[in-house]
């Protein structure tokens, strides 16, 4: 017998091998053998079964084409629910944020409105507080005013009564302005000269004191004023009188060299009863007041001949005449 070849010597390609028949076993089929089968039974085999898949085909690309068309509809209903929950969902991102801003704006102006609050609420206690010190003071304001009225009111009267004095005092004056001055000059002769003019004989016995006075204002180019005291208070009425009945009295009239300038010869005032005066003529002559006079250095003031004489002491008193 021969033996069998080495594995390590096979060689795959049997045709290739030259084995003599000796060495070949021929072993009988264990299954039986089937049926022979004709070309035209495969044929007909075949076309059976082209017609089966045929059909199978048929009826599956059919309900392939049925699943893929819901399929299909099913996927752009799901597309569009997909567009729409994206819509929303950026909707409701933005309305989000929207809220979120405006809460942070609430936020923001309830803190303001709480700081304002704050500060209005310390603005209210301080001006409270000032509220009730100026009640007070003004409290106390009222009771300086009372005693401010009445300490203007006695300081008046005190300014009437030493006005009415200072006036008293100057009852026998007369207050003669327009004589120019010249060095030298005498004024008791020019004195005597003017009483002459008014036909009031005079000696110089009756001049108590005469002197020049500088005004409180002073106008360049107008001299000062001459004030004259007499002994006798009828000797000064008879001089203003006299001067009035001759229409007044002129440089010329007592000899005063140069050109001819009236002279003016009146009660001698006080500054605060001269103003009251100015103050008269005035209003004289924007109510249409026909008289105003001084006589023993009173201001007296008459609307017309069937008027009374009215007094006028004070401004006050001006305010009131009718």
Known sequence: MLRSPAKAVSQPDLPSLNLEEDNVNCRKRKQPEQEFVTPAMFEAFMLRMEHSLKDINTNINDGVKVELSKLSATTTEIKSDLNSLRQENAELKRSLAEMYSQQHETVALISD?????????NRVDILSQRVDKYEQHRKHDEELTIELEATKQALRNIEIDLNRQQQRERLLNLEITGIPEAKNESLRAIFLSVANHSGVTLTSEDIAHINRVQPKQIV??????????????????????????????????????????????????TSQNKMLFKMCREAATAKMIKYVWIR??????????TSPAVLIVTEEDLRRFR
């Not at 709480?114 to 500060?119: A, I, K």
């Not at 023993?296 to 003031?301: K, Y």
Request: glycine share 6%; hydrophobic share 30%; proline share 4%.
């Open 296 to 305: 023993n250095c009173s201001i007296f003031m008459r609307k017309n001949e």
């Open 220 to 269: 360049k180019g107008r001299p000062r004023s001459i004030v004259v005291k007499l002994k006798n208070r009828v000797l000064k009425d008879n001089i203003i009188a006299g001067v009035r009945k001759r229409r007044g009295i002129t440089t010329r009239d007592i000899n005063i060299p140069g050109d001819s300038k009236p002279i003016y010869v009146n009660e001698h005032l």
């Open 113 to 121: 409105l709480r700081t304002s609050l704050d500060f209005t609420s």
